[in-house]
């Protein structure tokens, strides 16, 4: 299989935090791939290093089959990119933005595909950045990175900041992008996000790849916290045959929180035994789903 991006025990330090702590990763051509992890996990910087803005310390990365120190305007050209910060020129209209994007790539843009890409985002392109909202600026950083139908997008955090329904629109485009025949390595906190668009993952963590898997997987280690109000008051010990399926916490005589790892069918089967007047399920955000699974430093 054509590898797109292979990174080596990837290694970068910024004085004494160890941001990257040989970070190793391949993505073959055409995947989806999810780059998973919480705040400060290391996203940003292993990007940051597969596009030479920043120099790991050690460990090798080809994208494309270029090594970035040696051939970053090679890598820039043929990446469509989308930084976790876009810093754009305030005083320019979007178009004039995006016109500026084309000629640094060559000016070989049909500007078509511009105008539509822009319509699907609901993006006015005749708006200075100064006015925009931060949403509407990260829509212009989605459309930049897609414009040149590059044949490998990075971005990070691509929906960040977008309401609901143009994060659907952002994952329609994405998904367009990689049926035309785009690689996709993207970075993301949020679950849901990664098990509808990656084929697969890798969760970092504190500067170290903690898994590797398809998003199915995912399912089988994810965290749900179930509240259930009781009809009456319930004694903790009563509550004993639920424990085997989950971590239960009291918040009331009547009112307990649990915690249920993987599929629910055995531990709703076993509450169904209880008078319940009302019940809610969670599913936690990935770094809860983190502090469960690696909370000790290793997996459970
Ligand atoms: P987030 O989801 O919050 O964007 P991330 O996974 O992208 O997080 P990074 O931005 O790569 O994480 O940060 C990894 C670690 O390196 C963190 O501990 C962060 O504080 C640290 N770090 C990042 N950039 C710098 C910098 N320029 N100087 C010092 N420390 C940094």
Redesign the pocket.
Known sequence: MNKIIEIENLTKN??K?K?LKGVTLDVNQGEVFGFL?P???????TIRCMLDMIRPQGGSIRVLGYDPQKDPVAVRAKVGYLP?ELNLEGNLKVSQVLHYFNDLRGNQLDWGRVKALAAQLELDLNVAIKNMSKGNKQKVGVVQALMHRPELLILDEPTSGLDPLMQHQVYRLLKEANREGATIFF?S?IIKEVEGLANRIAIIRDGVIVEEADPSQLMTMEMRRIRVRFIDAVPEESLAPLAQFSKVHRERQDMYSFQVKGEVDGFIKALAAYPIADLDVERPSLEEVFLTYYAAGGKE
Not at 39 to 45: M, R
Request: a positive charge; charged letters at 5%; glycine letters at 34%.
């Open positions: 910024y004085g935090v941001a992890g705040n400060g996990a290391g996203k940003t910087t976790g970075s906190h």
